[in-house]
């Protein structure tokens, strides 16, 4: 199993960016979580948005109505837009997957991590 992620950049505040992850090795299938981490230096992974097999999602408080998570399973491709961006969601952002049909809370439970991609948000 193998997650790539691309579409990390700089922008300024206000601007939107949209991440995508490829998966090859299996497929999103409806017996899969996928979801968004980041990580800031000197702080501990969290979870961004995940999205479900059935398509259900969840968000951070920090993100809910700025963020949208959702996927292709034709494409096999995992998406997060992210508008009104703010400095501190300047981070490492990685996607992950699990099987299960309920989708963990802790980070530990995640089987497969992508290598991740950097979002810089200035003011």
């Known amino acids: 199993v193998r997650l790539v992620e691309s579409g990390g950049g700089s922008v300024q505040a206000g601007g939107s960016l949209r991440l995508s992850c490829a998966a090859s090795?299996?497929?999103?299938?409806?017996?899969?979580?996928v979801a968004w981490f980041r990580q800031a230096p000197d702080q501990e992974r969290e979870e961004v948005a995940v999205?479900?097999?059935?398509?259900?999602?969840r968000y951070a408080d920090s993100v809910k109505g700025r963020f949208t998570i959702s996927k292709d399973n034709a494409k096999n491709t995992l998406y997060l837009q992210m508008n009104s961006l703010k400095p501190e969601d300047t981070a490492m952002y990685y996607c992950?997957?699990?099987?299960?049909?309920?989708?963990?809370?802790?980070?530990?439970?995640?089987?497969?991590w992508g290598q991740g991609t950097q979002v810089t948000v200035s003011s």
């Open positions: 090795g299996y497929t999103y299938r409806s017996y899969y979580c």
């Open positions: 999205i479900g097999g059935a398509g259900r999602t």
């Open positions: 992950a997957a699990v099987r299960a049909s309920s989708c963990p809370f802790r980070l530990t439970s995640w089987g497969y």
